[in-house]
């Protein structure tokens, strides 16, 4: 079963404007973090904004804010005044903890498919 | 500026060659990850290094050997290679401390072909 799910492949906005990139994930695992990357066409993995299970509050990063909804299992993204900079794949991804065979754990990253934004000037 | 550094930043190999790639940071993060991700696709997890020891194998084929010589560099050894293997190659790491809450920081990943 997909543990992260991005339902827009692509995504259009006006420069200076705000947009909404959703993401739905499944867990089982009481302690978890929800990140957002962006991914510009050189390759490069961008941390954006990192939210905890343990976390009250919603987190905010400059431009960028993150909210999560738990009972909806939802954790969009939301970019305020768009930049044509800002055109890019953005991934949300889930850290779980993985039982290891050594009797340890250690943390998993699980990224969703991807939302391609692309920013009109 | 990227402070995980990935050398090279492209690489083509025939399926007979071995190569390595490299991957270096020094923010004193202990857990160091290969991923590798296909075109127009998300990254996947290869392994994952705690504190110099191999922690995940995500059941990735033996052409792939990984390396973590000291706590600041990380190798991915590569052998008889397949044509599907062509891809980017992400090196990442992060703390060990605060459970699930610390980002992963990437490198800019190394283009490999494989011909």
């Known amino acids: 079963a997909q543990k992260i799910t991005q339902t827009q492949p692509g995504m259009f906005v006006q420069e200076k404007e705000a947009v909404t990139l959703d993401c739905t994930y499944d867990t089982s695992d009481p302690s978890y973090g929800l990140f957002w990357y ?25 431009r960028y804010s993150l909210y999560v909804h738990k009972a909806r299992k939802s954790a969009n993204l939301v970019i305020s005044a768009s930049q044509l900079g800002d055109s890019a794949m953005y991934f949300c991804a889930m850290r779980e903890t993985k039982a290891l065979n050594s009797g340890g754990s250690n943390y998993k990253l699980t990224f969703g498919k991807g939302t391609l934004l692309t920013v009109n000037p | 500026d990227t402070e995980v550094t990935q050398t090279p930043k492209h690489l083509v190999m025939g399926m007979t060659n071995k190569k390595s790639l490299k991957c270096e940071q020094h923010m004193g993060h202990r ?32 052409r792939f050997s990984p390396e973590c010589p000291n706590s600041s560099l990380l190798n991915l050894h590569l052998h008889a290679l397949q044509p599907e293997d062509s891809a ?28």
């Open chain 2, 31 to 62: 857990a160091m990850y290969w991923y590798k991700q296909k075109a127009k696709k998300p990254p996947e997890l290869m392994f994952v290094y705690s504190y110099e020891k191999l922690s995940i194998n995500e059941s990735v084929p033996s």
């Open chain 2, 88 to 115: 980017l190659y992400l090196c990442a790491s992060s703390q060990t401390r605060g459970g699930g809450t610390s980002p992963l920081h990437f490198g800019n990943g190394t283009r490999l072909t494989v011909t």
């Open chain 1, 38 to 62: 962006k991914q510009p066409s050189s390759g490069e993995m961008i941390f954006l904004i990192y939210q905890g299970s343990y976390d009250q509050q919603n987190a905010t990063e400059g």
